[in-house]
């Protein structure tokens, strides 16, 4: 209860932070009757092999299709999930979908597709991480040679000992490691050798800053060769043109995911494009 006091500013102030904690509410009300409603959508972005153009990957994206306010992105709502922990439920209806919809894009033919999927620190810390997602990937009997979890860099500094545990148990399952917004972090290098790393993928800010002879391409450049030298794949996020895939292909950067091959998509959007690529390499 704030006392409004003469003074303007403060009642305004004070009104606008409590419409800000009703919307907040709000929302932490909708999201945990869109995990009952299951109104989350998992979008899939392809991976693409820059010399072939050939889709060797799919990232799961998620989306909530809001009953009124339409298609969300998860810069609205992944952050509320975190803080309020709804992220754990949130993963799982993600998990399960992912690996319904790739299981069986990968029983039908595409047997190499990997899955791509993000995972939040919260999600990372968790003393029971492993274990709760091999148990939702052995219920789906989904290969985990072709999963790849992708983590941020500040999952890796928060706590190396623990984490690298973690990693090690899942790369001895076959689980693929990829670094997300790889060179965005505050964390030394010092991790690659010490973790058992399988991908790093550039940011796309690097991306959009590379113009040939000019810093952004240098950083890129630098990323791609530390990367062939360590011998990790490597991933450019964000391409967008032709001139930006031409120059990572240049630099001997293999796989590239953007806008260029195409944005996030439903899963009957990518059924479709899958079938197209089997149809053209299969005899007629
Ligand atoms: P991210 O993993 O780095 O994903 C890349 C983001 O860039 C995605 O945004 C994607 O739609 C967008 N993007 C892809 N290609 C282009 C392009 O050419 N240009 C531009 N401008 N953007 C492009 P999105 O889907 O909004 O996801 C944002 C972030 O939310 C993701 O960043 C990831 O960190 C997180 N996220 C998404 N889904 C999940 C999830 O299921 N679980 C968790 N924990 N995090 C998720
Ligand atoms: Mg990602
Ligand atoms: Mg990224
Ligand atoms: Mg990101």
Same mark, same amino acid.
């Given at each position: 209860h704030v006392k409004a006091r003469g003074k303007d500013g403060y009642r305004f102030y004070s009104e606008t932070m409590s419409i800000d904690s009703a919307n907040r509410l709000n929302l932490e009300r909708d999201l945990r009757l869109a995990l009952e409603r299951n109104e989350l959508r998992v979008f899939y972005q392809p991976q693409v092999c820059s010399s072939d153009n050939r889709?060797?990957?799919?990232?799961? $994206?998620?989306?909530?299709?809001?009953?009124?306010?339409?298609?969300?992105?998860?810069?609205d709502f992944l952050p509320l999930a975190e803080e309020t922990r709804l992220?754990?439920?949130?993963?799982?209806?993600?998990?399960?979908?992912a690996f319904q919809d790739v299981g069986h894009w990968i029983r039908s033919g595409?047997?190499?597709?990997?899955?791509?999927?993000?995972?939040?620190?919260?999600?990372?810390?968790?003393?029971? !991480?492993?274990?709760? $997602?091999?148990?939702?990937?052995?219920?789906?009997? !989904?290969?985990?040679?072709?999963?790849?979890?992708?983590?941020?860099?500040?999952?890796?500094?928060?706590? $190396?000992?623990?984490?690298?545990?973690? $990693?090690?148990?899942?790369?001895?399952?076959?689980?693929?490691?990829?670094?997300?917004?790889?060179g965005t972090g505050y964390s030394s290098l010092n991790y690659l050798h010490r973790l058992p790393i399988h991908t790093l993928k550039v940011d796309q800010s690097f991306v959009k800053?590379?113009?040939?002879?000019?810093?952004?391409?240098?950083?890129?450049?630098?990323i791609v060769a530390m990367a062939h030298g360590l011998k990790l794949e490597i991933v450019a996020e964000g391409v967008e043109t032709d001139q930006q895939l031409t120059y990572l292909r240049s630099l001997g950067c293999h796989q590239v995911q953007g806008f260029f091959y195409g944005p996030a998509e439903p899963a009957a959007r990518i059924a479709v494009t899958l079938e197209q690529t089997l149809a053209s390499v299969t005899p007629a």
């Open positions: 889709i060797v990957g799919l990232e799961a $994206l998620v989306r909530w299709q809001h009953p009124e306010r339409g298609l969300l992105f998860p810069r992220i754990g439920q949130l993963s799982e209806q993600v998990l399960d979908q595409h047997g190499d597709l990997r899955l791509a999927v993000n995972l939040s620190p919260v999600q990372v810390e968790h003393p029971k !991480f492993v274990e709760t $997602l091999m148990q939702r990937v052995q219920a789906h009997n !989904f290969p985990a040679g072709n999963l790849e979890i992708e983590i941020t860099e500040n999952v890796i500094m928060n706590d $190396l000992d623990q984490i690298s545990q973690k $990693l090690r148990e899942l790369a001895a399952l076959g689980v693929r490691i990829a670094i997300d917004d790889f800053g590379m113009r040939s002879g000019e810093d952004g391409a240098c950083i890129v450049n630098a």
